[in-house]
């Protein structure tokens, strides 16, 4: 059985509970990144943090993103998306465009997709030969533990929903003259396509699951249970990270 079929995707939230735990939520959020940039008594410039979101299309990343980033002022938060690299981005090492991007001590950095796209959906559309993706699951682990190495907090989310409420999302966008924009033919294309896409996922959990950087499968079939489930996902690392580095976390007051 494969890491995700073991997801229980019959978990949700009212929106009285996701309201309530978001509260909450954000307020811890807030006073850790605070503290992680100096800015609370007795603290200088903490670890940076990177988020790092995968999951399928329509799985709510961005309403998930949205919702993390909410309580932080944007000069503590920078949220980069990536799609398909652009012709000059193809000339230089996958890698490249990625690290003017990561957050340096005191910051924090929230990815939409990320570098594992080398081992999705350039490997299911061939976009990469068999040799660079397979390479690949090495040169992401060592990368990862090199930041960690330096410091970094590094929390990779992967947003997982059935096949059936994913075709749900899509209608639903579709009928929507609001939320068509976000329907491409790519999409339908993916969906096709998503047995080789599952392959290649849980190929991914597997092979670049490490102690520097695990992975946090969520489950998203719900989206309120998923947007609570990331925040108190990243608090929850983030303390961890700093408790690792000998930073006390700030008292739950704050």
Known sequence: MGRLEQLDLSLKLSREEE???LKAGWKRLEALRLALGGKLPGY???????VLFEGWDASGKGGAIKRLAAPLDM?????????AP???EQRHHYLWRFWPRLPGWGGMSVFD????GRVLVERVESFATPEQ???AYGELVELERTLHAEGMVLIKLFMHLSEAEQLRRFEERRDNPLKSWKLTPDD????RKRPQYLEAVEEMLE???HDAAPWHPVEAEDKKYARVKVVETVIECVEQGMRAQSIEPPALGY
């Open 133 to 135: 993706w397979q390479r």
């Open 75 to 83: 000069r503590h938060v920078r949220v980069a998306q990536f799609a």
């Open 19 to 21: 309201a309530d735990r």
């Open 207 to 209: 092979r670049t699951d």
């Open 188 to 191: 339908w294309e993916n969906r």
């Open 44 to 50: 200088g410039l903490g670890p940076p943090v990177l």
């Open 113 to 116: 997709r990320s570098w594992y």
């Open 86 to 88: 652009t012709p000059d």
